[in-house]
């Protein structure tokens, strides 16, 4: 199968006002190809950052000091611009009024295809079919602002399916959510992952990702922890780092 991604000893440190803060600190782990891999750990471990290294956003868009390697499907991402990595890696931010801004939910969605200046026709059954899934299909003429949260959430969703990448990056996507909206993000992430995407989250609740993940990583202090399977959240491990364990 291979790697989706792998990092080899990744350190990063953000340039703030002359000074430098390391937040992430020789990190080096993988995720093949069609795994659900869930990153965890408390607020300020990292996670956000880690996310962004993977489509070369850290370091190319936000300044600092950058270490080690990103492979994306065995592609050094230093060598490809954060456009190229975008046909590669969906990403979907934590608050999807972070990425929403056109004018109706069909144009949000059909934006990045235009940019990739795909046909008409295609970029048309493509929205649509993204739309669909997430359902939001009767929404598509509708102001993305006006939707609720968990719809935008799905919207921004439906983005990231219809650029058709293999892999789709989400940092914390329900962290906003009601429950009944977060089980049904949730569903359309293990739909993908069965048709074959690599799915990888930064999550604060273990419930989700016990029920979906095959890999969970820990992070602490800019560090990964902990590797393991999903037993990993029943573990005592789960409440030395600060986070909640299952029962």
Known sequence: ????????????????NGFSKSVLKNVSFSVGKGEFAGIMGKTGCGKTTLLLALNGIVPKLVKGSFQGKVLVEGKDVSQKSVQEMSTRIA????DPNDQIFSLTAFEEVAFALKLRKLGEKEIKKRVENALRAVGLHEFQQQD???LS????????IATAIAMDTPIIVLDEPIASLDYESAKHVYAILKK????????IVAEHDPEFLYANASKILVLDGGKIAVEGS????????MSEFGLRRLK
């Open 144 to 146: 993305p602002t006006t």
């Open 149 to 156: 949260q968990g719809q935008k959430q799905k919207l921004a």
């Open 1 to 16: 199968m291979g790697e989706a991604v792998e990092l080899q000893n990744v350190g990063f440190a953000y340039a703030q």
């Open 192 to 199: 993908l992952n069965k048709q074959g995407k690599t799915i």
């Open 91 to 94: 990403y979907v931010f934590q």
């Open 230 to 237: 999903k037993t990993v959240l029943k573990s005592k491990l």
